[in-house]
């Protein structure tokens, strides 16, 4: 039986085989901890893929994922269009429907993620699901402008979640603070039927940036399994 880590490996190591191309020229980064496989793998490939590759990172971690293996940094701002995305997922529903944000980049992932001809996901077995709510417990992350905080959490409560969370560091010193200088909310629906009805109603709360929800995006994932195989679905 595969652990976790080796399933989020084998589940990278496919979507970037068959999807960084000669055509590539321009390549989306998420943030993770199975991203981390996915810059293992094009470093393993450099050799034999095109050296003028421009990498675009969503976060502080995958910008220095980029720049310590040695490959090309670009950034949004000066590569609005991109060739293929590949990021990992909290939770991916039968629709290829995901939540994102446990590690609060989902501002910059959505952003990355929308700008490319193709978005992937990769993940390992345990975030397969039917229905989004089903596996990732702590709720669809939200980041929020920090003086509204607590504004967006009474109106999250009007929209049926009855316990929203202002995301703490680990030290519990303070908020967790995004790359972006917010702060983060996550917030449970239990199972999330209509996620494309519920990310617009949130995304309509004033203060909100970003919602976790990313709907009708992902043109395939691939889902590392226990036995060693990969799963795609598209
Ligand atoms: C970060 C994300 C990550 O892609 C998500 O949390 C999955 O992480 P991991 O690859 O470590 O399981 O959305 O904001």
Redesign the pocket.
Known sequence: MLSLSDA?KIAAYKAVDENITSESKIIGI??????VYVIERILQLKDSLDKEIIYIPT?FQSRLLITEGGLNLGDIDQYPEIDVTI????EVDENLNAI???????LR?KLVAEAAKKFIIV??YS?HSTTLGEKWKQGV?IEVIPFAYLRVMNSLKELGCDNPILRMAKAKAGPVISDNGNFIVDAHFGLIKQPKELLEKIKLLTGVVEV?LFVNMAKSAYFGNEDGSVSIKH
């Open positions: 989020k998420g943030s993770g901890s199975t991203i976060s990021d990992g997922a909290d994102k944000g446990g590690g609060a980049c989902h992932e993940a390992d975030k992350p976790g």
